[in-house]
């Protein structure tokens, strides 16, 4: 059978034989063979592949830049963490320690924003502080990116965005919304069962996870590393009053409460009755003796400090959300979730005004306001008085993109 | 004469009757009372207890508090003061299960009763502290009380703190109290507590 006679049977049964399609094909000349069209394809494609490559190696890249945080007015000394921790130098998760010196001796406050940059009032909170309070008796530390490298990536398999941005009279501002563990490039592999510091046993992927690694180990994993510096940091500083600050998802019962370690627990409770009359309904939980590894049982035990843990609500880390956007992260509005509130099956209240980052925040600074305050009242002779923070009804009413405008900061108040 | 007499005496007997009933009324309205010494103890370990010793405080009432004590302490004391609310973080702390924690404050009770102590069921942390479990406690501990003091709703009258604050929002502490004849004092605020307190202990306040 002649070469012809293939073609058209190939093309009357739908050419189901490619071999006698190729047969079709005008004979290779010099200027116009086979090859030659190959080849620019090929190119084409690796160009294509290269270019997204690129893009996505940027992206990659970004993630581990720091958006920038604005000294405030109260503002004295800055130091790295790893300038009392060597062993973090140069590392992911070495980060950044604010402090801001009183007037007048007094306490000493740590703020830790950022265990995990998944639950983004904490770190908003902790940079509303830097960039707005002052320090009238006292001493307060602030670390807003408690575990840096965990600000690097997402969760996988969440499709959580890796920035949000907020307005703010002098124009948008980026902040990076980060994963609940540090980045496994930075610490990998995990093992298959996490026996920590402290002796829990837990999963695996724990091992990343900042708040199950206390009172860490110097010369452990790299978040076990940072959680003994944090201890050393406690320790070196005679840190008085800690707290941690969270977020939880909805349906998680521990949720818009303070967990305290038991010698901090009649602060708490003290507090809590008195937020009520500003209008702000916070639980309490008393830390359970036998839930090792956590930031309000080991710095209590390990450290003179009251270690104490807030929550407020965020629906995006929650598993009944939808999408996760920077409007559910800022917003806090999910129809999921007012549809799992009318089943019963939140500890919170959820109605379409969700909740919004404004009250998170303002819930955690007006938790540690009068944390401060009380703790003052009880500890006379070392007093830790705060002024310029935004309360929640400040918040509210002006949006927390008022308190976080890079462009007042027009004097330099980096530290000396 | 004989026909007034009768009349004076018909008078008579109404106005006694009738001061006999307001008597009566008087003790049914007058607010139960308790004696101090007093001992505040956690059903369910969650941090009201704590709570409800610092309204004790503030209310100058002498106590003692323990988050799961032995039984011994009743011994002396003439109120037990029961704090409901359960936490899982509490429980799994004090190792115990839900059912042994309710069994442990029957006998509690009980021990309370041989001492003859007077006993109060307070539930102070609001809806919050409400649940599946926390209701387990309140349906086999509150029935028992001589006293409820809730974070809640008077019923009829209009909620005007958060829906977080209501524990009785679905009338259940209502409904125990007026099944089992048990008096009640809801409160809006956990601080308003002491008021109640002081009221119930008969406390006059400090200057």
């Excluded at chain 1, 407020?312 to 999910?334: F, K, M, V, W």
């Excluded at chain 2, 009829?156 to 007026?178: K, M, Q, R």
């Amino acid at each position: 059978m002649s070469a012809k006679g293939k073609t058209r049977i190939g093309t009357r049964t739908g050419l189901k034989d490619n071999a006698n399609e190729k047969m079709t094909s005008p004979p290779p000349t010099e200027k116009n063979d086979g090859k030659g069209r190959s080849w620019i394809a090929a190119g084409v494609l690796i160009a294509v592949v290269a270019a997204a490559v690129a893009i996505s190696a940027r992206e990659f890249v970004a993630m581990w830049e720091d958006p920038p945080i604005y000294p405030g007015p109260g503002i004295t000394e800055q130091f790295m963490l790893s300038s009392i921790a060597p062993e973090l130098a140069g590392s992911a998760a070495d980060t950044e320690v604010y402090v801001l010196d009183g007037d007048s001796p007094g306490g000493t406050l740590l703020i830790l924003g950022g265990t995990h940059p998944n639950e983004p009032a904490s770190s908003l909170t902790a940079i509303t502080i830097i960039e707005n309070a002052v320090v009238n008796e006292g001493r307060l530390l602030v670390i807003p990116r408690a575990n840096h490298s965990a600000f690097t990536c997402t969760d996988p398999q969440e499709g959580a965005p890796q920035t949000y941005v907020i307005e703010t009279p002098g124009g948008d501002r980026l902040f990076r919304y980060g994963s609940r563990a540090t980045n496994p490039i930075d610490q990998w592999p995990d093992p298959v069962i996490y026996v920590g510091s402290s002796g829990q046993a837990l999963a695996g992927a724990e091992v990343r996870n900042l708040n199950r690694s206390y009172p860490g180990d110097s010369g452990g994993y790299l978040t076990e590393k940072l959680a003994a510096a944090i201890l050393d940091l406690i320790r070196t500083e005679n840190v008085d009053l800690a707290i941690d600050l969270h977020e939880a998802s909805p349906e998680y019962p521990v949720i818009n409460a303070i967990v305290a370690h038991e010698n901090a627990l009649p602060l708490a409770v003290e507090a809590a009755l008195f937020l009520e009359f500003e209008g702000i309904q916070i639980g309490v939980e008393a830390s359970p003796i036998n839930l090792r590894g956590l930031s309000h049982r080991e710095w209590g035990d390990a450290t003179d400090t009251l270690a104490l843990l807030i929550e407020s609500t965020n629906p995006a880390q929650g598993r009944l959300r939808g999408a996760i956007n920077s409007e559910l992260i800022l917003e806090g509005a999910d129809p999921y979730y007012i549809r799992a509130a009318g089943q019963g099956l939140l500890y919170v209240p959820f109605s379409d005004a969700g909740h919004p980052i404004e009250e998170r925040v303002g819930r955690h600074l007006d938790t540690i306001a009068m944390l401060t305050e009380i703790y003052s009242s009880q500890h006379g002779d070392q007093p830790i008085r705060i002024s310029g923070l935004p309360t929640l009804s400040d918040l509210s009413v002006r949006g927390l993109g008022t308190y976080l405008d890079p462009s007042i900061r027009e004097t330099d108040h980096s530290p000396p | 004469m004989k026909r007034r007499l009768g009349w004076m005496l018909i008078v008579l007997l109404f106005v006694s009757a009738g001061a006999a009933v307001g008597q009566e009324a008087e003790e049914a309205a007058a607010p139960e009372t308790f004696a101090a010494p007093v001992v505040i103890v956690s059903v369910g370990q969650s941090a009201g207890a704590q709570q409800a010793r610092v309204l004790a405080i503030r209310a100058g009432l002498d106590y003692v508090f323990e988050q799961r004590p032995e039984f011994s302490i009743l011994e002396g004391s003439q109120t037990l003061i029961l704090v409901m609310g359960a936490s899982s973080k509490g429980l799994g702390a004090a190792g115990v299960d839900i059912d042994g924690e309710i069994a442990w404050a029957i006998d509690m009770v009980a021990r309370a009763r041989e001492l003859e102590m007077k006993v109060i069921a307070m539930h102070i942390e609001g809806g919050a502290r409400r649940g599946s479990t926390s209701d387990q406690i309140i349906h086999a501990i509150a029935p028992l009380a001589d006293y409820i003091v809730v974070k809640g709703a008077t019923p009829g009258v209009e909620w005007v703190e958060s829906e977080e604050a209501d524990a009785n929002a679905d009338g259940l502490f209502s409904t125990i109290a007026a099944e089992n004849e048990i008096g009640i004092t809801y409160i809006a605020k956990t601080l308003d507590g002491v008021e109640v307190l002081m009221d119930l202990f008969e406390i006059e306040p400090t200057e």
